[in-house]
């Protein structure tokens, strides 16, 4: 069974740092590109950063653009956030996803799975 | 960036009914268009990729089409277990973005 874990999430003081962990069982995380996703509550969902299979590229939303780093440890199957320099609207709930693109007839690109997510509040 | 603007924001619908939601990209993105249906305390779940592919395992009831910067995705015959907010995603350029999500009520 393909399954993303998170993990690390909690309450944090403004300017304070969290480093989030995504676990993956059931696939070789090596074999996948990853992203981190979060959801405010009550609100949409907003890409924050990517990462290749190799760690190799990393890409982020401008929102969180020196702020966060993506990384990975494909030996040990697990994906990190570093959040640092938090602010109030960072409050979220955080989401790893794995990236599938196909190629066939359509270029497909979507995330799938995505783990149950890790609450991050961020308040004094 | 590229934005992706859905309606309706919500509706409120009967079981058995037809459902339609409409997804409007800024520019171009060809057939780059992911839906994903998330319940409440739930994460996200992909229904249809690359604009009308249906993911395995999803019911034939859902399906999507479009191209270009216009897009829908329809529920043929609504079902209780549909009651979710909807949301179309572009995969054509990063980053990737969402649409705001249609909330689908069940009458």
């Known amino acids: 069974q393909v399954l993303l874990v998170e993990s690390g999430g909690g309450l944090v003081k403004p300017g304070g740092s969290l480093r989030l962990s995504c676990a993956a069982s059931?696939?070789?995380?090596?074999?996948?590109?990853m992203s981190w996703v979060r959801q405010a509550p009550g609100k949409g969902l907003e890409w924050l950063s990517y990462?290749?299979?190799?760690?190799?590229?990393?890409s982020y939303a401008d929102s969180v653009k020196g702020r966060f780093t993506i990384s990975r440890d494909n030996a040990k199957n697990s994906l990190q956030l570093q959040m640092n320099g938090l602010r109030g609207e960072d409050t979220a709930v955080y989401y790893c996803?794995?990236?599938?693109?196909?190629?066939?007839?359509?270029?497909?690109?979507?995330?799938?799975?995505w783990g149950q997510g890790t609450l991050v509040t961020v308040s004094s | 960036d590229i934005q992706m603007t859905q309606s309706p924001s919500s509706l409120s619908a009967s079981v058995g009914d037809r459902v339609t939601i409409t997804c409007r990209a800024s520019?171009?993105?060809?057939?780059?268009l992911n839906w994903y249906q998330q319940k409440p305390g739930k994460a996200p779940k992909v229904l249809i990729h690359?604009?009308?592919s249906l993911q395995s395992g999803v019911p034939s009831r859902f399906s999507g089409s479009g191209s270009v910067t216009d897009f829908t995705l329809t529920i043929s015959s609504l079902q209780p277990e549909d009651s979710a907010t909807y949301y179309c995603?572009?995969?054509?350029?990063?980053?990737?973005?969402f649409g705001q999500g249609t909330k689908v009520e069940i009458k």
């Open positions: 059931g696939f070789n995380l090596s074999d996948y590109s």
């Open positions: 990462i290749t299979s190799t760690g190799t590229i990393t």
């Open positions: 995603q572009q995969s054509y350029s990063t980053p990737p973005t």
């Open positions: 996803a794995r990236e599938i693109t196909i190629f066939g007839e359509l270029i497909s690109n979507y995330f799938d799975p």
């Open positions: 690359a604009a009308s």
């Open positions: 520019q171009s993105i060809n057939n780059y």
